[in-house]
Nanobody, 118 residues
Framework: QVQLVESGGGLVQAGGSLRLSCAAS????????MGWYRQAPGKQRELVAT???????NYADSVKGRFTISRDNAANTVYLQMNSLKPEDTAVYYC????????????WGQGTQVTVSS
C-alpha cells in the first residue's frame, strides 16, 4: 500500500509565498511522474504542474513564472514552491504520483487548502 501525505498549505496574503510538500510512503519500487493539481470551489480539478523522472516539467499557463515544481527522488517527495500568489490561486491542492509498487498505479494525496486573501 502506498500513501501520499501533503503539507504546507495555509492562508497567505496576495503577493506572498507558500511551499507545498508531498511525501510518498509504503512499498515503493520507483516513482515516475509527480504532479500537482488544484480544485477551486465550483470548478473542475485542473493541472498545476508536473515533473517526470527525467526532470522534465510542465506548468499551467496561469502559474508559469510564479510556481516551481521540484522533486527529491531519494525521499519520494515532490514540492511546489508558489510565489506571487493571487486570490485566484485559492483552491485545494492535490499531489499525484505514478508509483511502481506491486504493479503500477496512480496515487493521490488527501489535499491541502491554500487560501490567498486580497
Amino acid at each position: 500500500q502506498v500513501q501520499l501525505v501533503e503539507s504546507g498549505g495555509g492562508l497567505v496574503q496576495a503577493g506572498g509565498s507558500l511551499r507545498l510538500s508531498c511525501a510518498a510512503s509504503g512499498s515503493i519500487v520507483s516513482i515516475n511522474n509527480m504532479g500537482w493539481y488544484r480544485q477551486a470551489p465550483g470548478k473542475q480539478r485542473e493541472l498545476v504542474a508536473t515533473s517526470t523522472r527525467a526532470d522534465s516539467t510542465n506548468y499551467a499557463d496561469s502559474v508559469k513564472g510564479r510556481f516551481t515544481i521540484s522533486r527529491d527522488n531519494a525521499a519520494n517527495t515532490v514540492y511546489l514552491q508558489m510565489n506571487s500568489l493571487k486570490p485566484e490561486d485559492t483552491a485545494v491542492y492535490y499531489c499525484t504520483m505514478g508509483v511502481w509498487s506491486r504493479g503500477f498505479s496512480e496515487y493521490w494525496g488527501q489535499g491541502t487548502q491554500v487560501t490567498v486573501s486580497s
